[in-house]
Nanobody
Framework: QVQVVESGGGSVQPGGSLRLSCAAS????????IGWLRQAPGKQRTGVAC????????YYASFVKGRFTISRDRAKNTVYLQMNNLDPDDTADYYC????????????????WGLGTQVTVSS
């Protein structure tokens, strides 16, 4: 069964860090671009970061650049999102999703979604 499963969410104080994991099964993650997206309460889901398959080129939303890092472990078939210097505005459900192909081609090209992991940033 083709699926992605997120883990690593939780509660953290402002300025803290979390590392989210996206474990893939049923397909070879390295052959597809993988993205992280988030949805805050009352807001639309939006892209956070994406990593391409062939060249591992990464893309970030402007609001996380410099604080978040997306990476991939081929051996573990897992993509990570390292989040540092977290802010209450980062509170959201975070989703991992697979692009239809090897490049980061936009929101409409995600075809496999995880169920999400919750991140809460609060003092």
């Amino acid at each position: 069964q083709v699926q992605v499963v997120e883990s690593g969410g939780g509660s953290v104080q402002p300025g803290g860090s979390l590392r989210l994991s996206c474990a893939a099964s049923g397909f070879t993650l390295a052959n597809y671009a993988i993205g992280w997206l988030r949805q805050a309460p009352g807001k639309q889901r939006t892209g956070v970061a994406c990593i391409q398959a062939s060249d591992a080129k990464t893309y970030y939303a402007s609001f996380v650049k410099g604080r978040f890092t997306i990476s991939r472990d081929r051996a573990k078939n897992t993509v990570y999102l390292q989040m540092n210097n977290l802010d209450p505005d980062d509170t959201a459900d975070y989703y991992c999703a697979r692009q239809k192909g090897p490049t980061c081609a936009g929101y409409s090209q995600y075809d496999v979604w995880g169920l999400g992991t919750q991140v809460t940033v609060s003092s």
